[in-house]
């Protein structure tokens, strides 16, 4: 099985995103026409430092590349001022300097704080992604948004900032626990809900044997997805318009994760497979799409044996009223008024900032009593 490359086109900013296996152990000769130098900083955290740490610096050593590396603490809480001070004054005290290569391993955490140390460093040096969750490899390791989380909000601190190459292994796909794959299978299903109603069809009869391990299908469902994503931020590489597709299933999501502290109760990715499950209902309740299409939504979800309900959230959730007050939070608000992304059926998606309140309350109000 071969590697197979995405290319996002961005004029003198453009990049290549690889994917398929074997690419921690061909890292050198991916990474090495970059170099100024034969030498790479490498963030990373600990745990996958233990999984990947030591393949990647053999792939790169094979090429002649030496690596110094800082592994962080795990978790989204490196996600902050403190972690990205100590990263940057790391990179600073490593002597990284304008020419050189940071090298983000890991997932999104990882990928957004490196390439937010990388766009101030010295006014910016160039970075390579190599995202090691399925999240990471579909979504926030393509695109150039990075940034950090602040007291008052996730990712309200950042930058656009592209890198120079994404390496998307699907080979470290294998080391994550199931629950952490199908969190990231969430962002999938979103790309095929959003605007491939075939692959949307494709997941339907390949996601079964896709998270069983089948590497072929694997690496199908990852070039698939970063090529959507590919197309949409050659559109609109800072959000102005169309790039906000991506966020479907995010407004319900982001007010959940906020309504569940951000914690192991509900990881991103399944915050965002329930948050599409709702936002295909309140589409079908406005009359934009058929009632089919949340059905088959969630028959789809459910088969995979991911969340699709409030029901599927262990603990205490607050009220429907305190819920839309959490979206009015989301970063997607514009002159106080919250956009929604609706579809008019699967692959249809459209941001529109008229959406009844009063329905968004009913679906979760009724979400709320099947609890
Ligand atoms: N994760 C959404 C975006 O990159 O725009």
Known sequence: MSVVTVNVPLGDRSY???????????????????????????L???????????????????AGIQ???????????????????????????????????????GGG?????????????????RFVQIPTSLLAQVDSSV?????????????????FHQPSLVLADTDVLETLTPRDFLAGYGEVVKYG??????????????????????????????????????????????????????NLGHTFCHALEAATGYSDR????????????????????????SQED?????????????????????GDLPDSETLINLMGQDKKVVDGTLRFIMARGIGQAFVTSEVDLGVVRSVLEDALSRR
């Open 16 to 42: 290549d995103v690889r994917i398929g296996p074997g690419l921690l152990a061909a890292s050198g000769s991916e990474i090495a026409p970059l170099l100024a130098r034969p030498r790479v900083a490498v």
């Open 44 to 62: 990373t955290d600990r745990n996958v430092a233990k999984h990947h740490l030591q393949a990647l610096q053999d792939g790169l050593a094979q």
């Open 67 to 105: 690596t110094t590396s800082l592994e962080l603490p795990p978790g989204e809480s490196t996600k902050g001022w403190a972690g990205l001070e100590r990263a940057v004054e790391w990179l600073l005290s490593e002597k990284i300097e304008r020419r050189d290569v940071v090298v983000a391993l």
């Open 109 to 125: 955490v990882i990928g957004d704080l490196a390439g937010f140390a990388s766009a101030i460093l010295r006014r910016g040096v």
């Open 143 to 159: 695109g150039g948004k990075t940034g950090i989380n602040s007291p008052s909000g996730k990712n309200l601190i950042g930058a």
């Open 193 to 246: 809900l959003l605007g491939d109603p075939d692959f949307f069809s494709w997941l339907e009869t390949n996601g079964p044997a896709l998270a069983a391990g089948d590497p072929v299908l694997r690496t199908e469902a990852v070039r698939r997805s970063v090529q959507m994503k590919s197309d949409i931020v050659a559109r609109d590489e800072t959000e102005q318009g169309d790039r906000a597709l991506l």
């Open 266 to 289: 509900l990881l991103h990715g399944e915050g965002v497979s329930i948050g599409c499950a709702l936002a295909f209902e309140t589409s079908a309740r406005l009359g934009l799409c």
């Open 294 to 314: 949340p059905s088959r939504v969630r028959v789809h979800l459910k088969t995979m044996g991911m969340r699709t309900d409030l029901a599927d959230i262990p």
